[in-house]
């Protein structure tokens, strides 16, 4: 079992930057890579970035050159660093954790609020 616990969320203005947290416990040895995702009103869930064990990275094309995921191994923790901040990347957040092998489960958190409004 994994738990994952996102928070930074909140109000920011166009042009504006924020970093969210994705803190994970529980069985950490078994994740094979992280991502956050998001779920705006009447949308579909959309990927946002992921990072495998290996450090890799991969973003959605709407958050390329803005958005920057990164981690603090020792903590436990994933980050989302989130810059230049659009009305469009309004959405609820949330992290995801992979296990490893054919049969590993996916882990969801239960997501942090952004708003990007003026």
């Known amino acids: 079992q994994v738990q994952l616990v996102e928070s930074g969320g909140g109000l920011v203005q166009p042009g504006g930057s924020l970093r969210l947290s994705c803190s994970a416990s529980?069985?950490?040895?078994?994740?094979?890579?992280m991502g956050w995702y998001r779920q705006a009103p009447g949308k579909q869930r959309e990927l946002v970035a992921t990072l495998n064990s290996g450090g890799s990275t991969n973003y959605g094309d709407s958050v390329k050159g803005r958005f920057i995921m990164s981690r603090d191994i020792a903590t436990n923790t994933r980050y989302l660093q989130m810059n230049n901040l659009k009305p469009e990347d309004t959405a609820v957040y949330y992290c995801k954790a992979t296990q490893w092998g054919p049969g590993g489960m996916d882990y969801w958190g239960k997501g942090t609020l952004v708003t990007v409004s003026s």
């Open positions: 529980g069985s950490i040895s078994s994740i094979s890579a």
